[in-house]
């Protein structure tokens, strides 16, 4: 290979993993977020019956 397409080949995969990173790191925080709003829910659903929240 030459110096460019070993450049080239090095900066596609750089920019590959980026990418899977990325959309990696999105789809974990949605599904931290999810979590959260359904412990949230959960939470305020026992406050309303008169029930301490659930210690984790």
């Not at 460019?4 to 990418?19: I, P, Q, S, Y």
């Not at 990173?21 to 709003?37: F, S």
């Amino acid at each position: 290979m030459s110096n460019a397409a070993t450049v080239l080949a090095k900066v596609a995969a750089l920019a590959g993993g980026a990418l899977v990173g990325a959309l990696l790191t999105r789809w974990l925080d949605e599904r931290l977020v999810a979590r959260r709003a359904q412990r949230f829910n959960n939470d305020k659903m026992r406050y309303a019956q008169g029930l301490a929240p659930i210690e984790r």
